[in-house]
């Protein structure tokens, strides 16, 4: 499998000629180093409704005539914008036939607000997903805090990769996601959201270094860069 950071959160996962994407947020991101329309995927995912996750979920939706895979309540709100969707919950484990995602717990906030009319849409539960393809699983853990139940997941599932968001001031910062990352015990541990903006710069050599001396493996990625597991 090929794994390509997009930057922020957003991951693509590729096995042969088939492709999911996760978190979208390209036209927003000043690091990306591609284009919302040069993505070619069969299906969208997202973890939660906030607009550094879903900023590009339509366009790549539309243009590769993909699903949108979300939560019931952003999936509704995705539907408005044309696209297919399918709405799943926390606990479910959706079959694309390429590959078997499961929603798991985050710890986060998930809403839209809509400035012009003084709204917040509500976004339902944010969410990681566990993929499952080519036999390995990958978990992006969404936006979250630290929290107890990781050990859970980790518990559970053997996770090969772990992407996991190391930002601070919305997420975790370093500290917690270093215990996130021996509660989840994955055997690769990559850092994501973080240097997009100011405020959730972070120093991720530092983080795969504090990984190290916990005999944990761990990897920084460019945006842009592809690695194959
Ligand atoms: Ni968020
Ligand atoms: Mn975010």
Request: net charge negative; with cysteine; hydrophobic share 45%.
């Amino acid at each position: 499998m090929d794994i390509i950071y997009h930057g922020h959160s957003c991951i693509q996962l590729i096995a042969g000629d088939k492709s999911l994407i996760i978190d979208p947020f390209l036209r927003g991101n000043p690091l990306a180093t591609t284009k919302a329309e040069e993505i070619k995927t069969d299906a969208v995912l997202l973890t939660h409704a906030h607009m550094d996750h879903i900023l590009d979920a339509d366009q790549i939706a539309l243009n590769n005539d993909a699903p949108v895979v979300a939560n019931p309540e952003l999936a509704a709100y995705m539907s408005w914008k044309g696209v297919k969707t399918i709405g799943m919950n926390i606990g479910g484990t959706l079959d694309l036939g390429f590959a078997k995602a499961k929603m798991v717990q985050a710890f986060h906030s998930s809403g839209i607000v809509v400035e012009e009319d003084k709204t917040i849409l509500y976004g339902g539960m944010p969410a990681g997903y566990i993929v499952n393809m080519e036999q390995l699983n990958v978990l992006h853990a969404g936006d979250t805090a630290l929290f107890g139940d990781m050990k859970m997941i980790g518990d559970r599932h053997s996770i090969d990769i772990a992407f996991i968001p190391i930002g601070d001031h919305y997420t975790m910062g370093i500290d917690d996601a270093l215990q996130a990352a021996i509660w989840y015990n994955a055997k690769l541990v990559v850092p994501v959201h973080y240097n997009t903006f100011p405020v959730i710069r972070q120093e991720a050599e530092s983080f795969v270094q504090q990984l190290q001396e916990r005999g944990i493996k761990g990897k920084v990625l460019k945006p842009g860069e592809k690695i194959t597991v």
